[in-house]
């Protein structure tokens, strides 16, 4: 595709990704496949990715700490965590062959929708209090690492991972595990995007305009957050992401016949 044929693509899908990553979460599963659909070099595809990624981030944690459903204890020295390993996992990423990347994420997708889609019961009270002061910091370590290392080297599912990690090992409740994961995802998420900016892998001339269609359709689905919609939404936008899923598929095979 064209520069202009990839940003005509791109904008709407990245509008849906947001729109429907404020309500039911998992944008991801539409905004990485549709970065590749355009034939874009992988490495480009993780740099622009990121970079509009972190905008909505910000955007959703900042939103979150101003309501007081973060708890900054928490999410500061995780969220340090969480920066460290997403900059050391996109300077893998930087290191790996574009096709064994396509392989990894035609073959994550899957495990990732279905994590996406299973629904899960959640604590509705903390039980941070029953935790020592060293298991807390051990944990959030723990939390931080396997967050930083996944969204940096993945990315779609990330959210809902945040979410799990905190209600699993910290024992926060649903909402404020919520809040927390906002800005553990922004934390990954300004790590890769700084790491590939530095690596000029970002394409500013597609990355800007496609990144305000994504901020736009956070917006606008984040006011219509509804537990309907969410119900609706995560099988009409794992449709639309199995269908991209396909194209790679067949992208990388078709390569790997023509060897």
Known sequence: MTDLQSILFLCPMMFLAGFMDAIAGGGGLI????????????????????????????????RF?????????????????????AWAASKIVLFLDGEFLKLMIVA??????????????????????????????????????????FDGML??????????????????DLRTASGN??????????????????????LWNITIPVALCGIAGSYIGSG??????????????????ALLIIKMFADVLANYVHL
């Not at 590749?36 to 970079?51: A, E, Q, S």
């Not at 996406?116 to 903390?126: A, C, F, K, M, W």
């Not at 994961?181 to 970002?202: D, H, P, W």
């Not at 957050?225 to 639309?240: Q, T």
Request: hydrophobic share 55%.
């Open 65 to 85: 700490v101003k309501n007081g459903i973060v708890d900054l204890k928490i999410a500061v020295p995780m969220g340090i965590w969480c920066f460290v390993s």
């Open 224 to 241: 219509l957050a509804m537990k309907k919609g969410a119900k609706f939404i995560r099988p009409m936008m794992l449709v639309i992401a």
């Open 108 to 149: 994550a997708m899957p495990v990732i929708a279905a994590l996406i889609l299973v629904q899960r019961s959640y604590p509705e009270t903390s039980g941070l209090h029953t935790l020592t002061r060293r298991q807390i910091a051990l944990r959030m370590a723990l939390c931080g690492i396997v967050m930083g290392l």
């Open 181 to 202: 994961a906002k800005t553990m995802v922004f934390a990954t998420t300004l790590a890769s995007a700084i790491s590939y900016t530095m690596a000029g892998q970002v």
């Open 31 to 62: 905004s990485l496949p549709a970065y590749i659909f355009t034939g874009m070099p992988l490495h480009n595809v993780y740099g622009c990715n990121k970079f509009a990624t972190s905008l909505n981030a910000f955007l959703s944690a900042f």
């Open 155 to 172: 990315g779609p599912g990330s959210g809902t991972l945040a979410i799990l990690l905190c209600t699993r090992f910290l024992k926060l």
